[in-house]
């Protein structure tokens, strides 16, 4: 089975001989929905960065949808996160001064590989499925914080990436937007079978997942 | 991508975009501004005559006699005979001689008496010669043609009778009351001394003068008979101006004038004095210049102060960008093209109310100031001033482009808020 994302005796560190991450093997599948999580100080936000390929691992192996991203330029990581990775992040995920729909289709104009089809009728069609058709041409700011996850829902799911990275993209809302939020992201995984990394330290979300991976027993950090 | 963000993040922060733009194009006003001013300042005074080729007078100060023929201002200390003037207009080399005769004054008005040659061969300003807008020039022993200022100033109109003083001040003590002049014509402004001016013929000069030989009115009634042009002999001439058929001959024809053996007389070029007379005042324009430019470092910096503390408030932005795909490259260029284009914007808006002020004072400096100022296109140094102005915007943009590439490097894909 191809992994999406696979970690191997890998090592990164901010300053010298104080490792954040110090992780022999983590794989997860492609198509896999995995559960991550663990308190803070556990080298979440570092193992994150390494996964997308905003920065590099110092020794080891970080490889993503069959790409080695210890050997790849930063321009060519930060192109291929553009085009096959989806990004949440917990809270303010959009840009204050566009619309719902430029928010969303914004990947798309970024890296022009992300959508190789109609980008407008994409995000049209999300937004409908999010239940925010009348919301389309609203500025972001007007929105709930529940909306606004689900933009960002929205945006990380244009163009069909084959990774989606959420960064406990619920910590803000309450136990009703959690609900609909979490519906709403097993039901495009459903329709569209992403890989998708869930950050959280809400372990009553475990059940939505297929595994649960537990970041202090993974991340043997100093 | 970059296009859009740049355009729709400007939008968002209108306010503050907006007095960027203000700033740059406020400078760039004043800059350009200024430096048409200080151009056009140095233009009307170095062209206050050209193609004349030597002025000549009685020996004195060469700046004296620049002074007096061609600004009318002071008086010679010295006439001339007009037989050196005769003999110099008959020299192979000379094209034609422009006599000058002063003296008197209208109302401070500083009266000139000369020939048709005048209004046939004086130049100004390149290549404008002196045009009537009423009436003829005069010809006759006590013809009149005023300059348009002292029309203006009087309002006269062609017909009119008017009295010359004797001597330069403005309350007359002593007026040629038996000398009726009559105004035939009035000259179009050309924004010269020449529009102060109350152009007389030689011939009237004399006339008014008759009588006046001990230097005080004798009384005495003047036959008409001697008043007619004809029965008139110029005696005397104040200085005199002289193009020659070439330039190559100028520095030796100006040796020769210095040598004359007849009388001590002396020439000089005018076009070199001018420009001599102009660097002693040229401070003035250095310190113009300077002020010009303290003005635009104020605009640039503007931008960049602007520019600098939007970079902590975008910083979650940034973060947002670099989650979808864009490099930190991205993130650098994006307020590059920001910073650039709040430049373009103000140079443009710059230029336009240059264009807009120049068109409402322009006439103002031009009466007031003889300053011309001609609404023309954007000359050459202009546009390299405006493209130097744009790439100084754009550096200043650089360095909260590199604070915003390294933040961007630094926090990846954490958002500080």
């Known amino acids: 089975m191809i992994q999406a994302i696979s970690l191997k005796n890998c090592k990164f560190s901010y300053v010298p001989n104080k490792l954040v991450i110090n992780i022999d093997q983590l794989d997860i599948a492609s198509g896999e929905r995995v559960f991550l999580h663990g308190p803070s100080g556990h080298g979440k936000s570092t193992l994150l960065n390494l996964a997308s390929g905003v920065i590099k691992a110092n020794s080891g192996v970080v490889s993503v949808l069959g790409n080695d991203f210890t050997n790849l330029a930063q321009s060519k990581r930060d192109h291929l996160r553009g085009e096959k990775i989806g990004y949440i992040f917990q809270i303010f995920n959009l840009i204050p001064y566009l619309t719902v729909k430029e928010n969303i289709i914004l990947p798309c104009l970024i890296n022009k590989k992300r959508a190789n089809q109609d980008v407008d009728k994409q995000a049209e069609e999300l937004i409908d499925s999010l239940g925010m058709r009348e919301h389309i041409n609203k500025k972001v700011t007007d929105l709930s914080i529940g909306q606004q996850q689900r933009v960002a829902a929205a945006r990380a799911l244009i163009g069909n990436p084959e990774i989606i990275i959420a960064d406990e993209p619920t910590s803000a809302l309450d136990e009703k937007n959690t609900k609909e939020f979490m519906n709403l992201l097993m039901k495009e995984w459903e329709k569209r079978k992403f890989t998708l990394l869930f950050v959280s330290h809400d372990e009553r979300l475990k059940s939505y997942f297929e595994r649960s991976i537990s970041l202090p027993e993974i991340n043997h950090h100093d | ?417």
């Open chain 2, 1 to 417: 991508m970059i296009n859009f963000l740049t355009f729709k993040s400007i939008r968002n922060r209108k306010f503050t975009s907006f007095l960027c733009v203000l700033s740059i194009a406020l400078s760039v006003t004043l800059f350009l501004g200024i430096e048409r001013i200080r151009n056009g300042a140095r233009d009307g005074f170095t062209n206050t005559i050209s193609k004349t080729d030597l002025i000549v007078g009685a020996k004195g100060g060469p700046l004296q006699l620049l002074l007096y023929t061609v600004f009318h201002i002071g008086g010679a200390v010295n006439n001339i005979k007009m037989s050196t003037y005769n003999d110099i207009k008959a020299h192979r080399q000379v094209e034609w001689t422009i006599p000058i005769s002063l003296g008197d004054a209208y109302r401070g008005f500083r009266v000139v008496a000369t020939d048709e040659n005048f209004y046939k061969h004086y130049r100004f300003r390149g290549d404008h010669k002196v045009e009537v807008m009423d009436g003829v020039t005069p010809v006759d022993t006590f013809d009149v043609i005023l300059g348009s200022e002292v029309a203006k100033k009087y309002k006269h109109k062609v017909g009119d009778p008017i009295v010359i003083s004797h001597g330069l001040s403005e309350v007359s003590i002593m007026s040629h009351d038996n000398t009726p002049f009559k105004i035939v014509g009035i000259m179009k402004p050309t924004q010269t001394p020449i529009d102060t001016g109350v152009y007389i013929t030689l011939q009237g000069m004399e006339a008014i003068h008759f009588g006046w030989e001990t230097g005080a009115p004798s009384g005495e009634t003047i036959d008409a008979e001697r008043f007619k042009k004809e029965n008139i002999e110029i005696t005397q001439l104040t200085s005199f101006m002289v193009k020659l058929k070439s330039r190559i001959a100028v520095l030796k024809m100006r040796r020769d004038i210095d040598q004359y053996a007849n009388e001590p007389v002396m020439a000089i070029i005018p076009a070199l004095s001018l420009q001599e007379m102009w660097e002693t005042i040229s401070y003035v324009e250095q310190v113009l210049f300077l002020v010009s430019l303290c003005v635009l470092l104020v605009g640039v910096l503007s931008i960049l102060i602007s520019l600098y503390t939007s970079i902590n408030e975008r910083r979650r932005e940034m973060a947002i960008l670099r989650s979808l795909g864009a490099s930190a490259r991205h993130i650098f260029f994006l307020l590059l093209y920001e910073s650039s284009f709040l430049v373009l914007m103000g140079c443009l808006l710059g230029v336009a109310s240059m264009y807009g002020l120049l068109y409402f004072v322009s006439p103002w400096l031009e009466s007031n100031f003889s300053v011309y100022l001609p609404i023309e296109a954007l000359s050459k140094t202009e546009w390299i001033y405006l493209g130097a102005i744009f790439v100084v915007g754009t550096l200043a943009g650089l360095i909260p482009a590199i604070k915003a590439y390294m933040n961007s490097l630094q926090d990846g894909l954490t958002i500080k808020i």
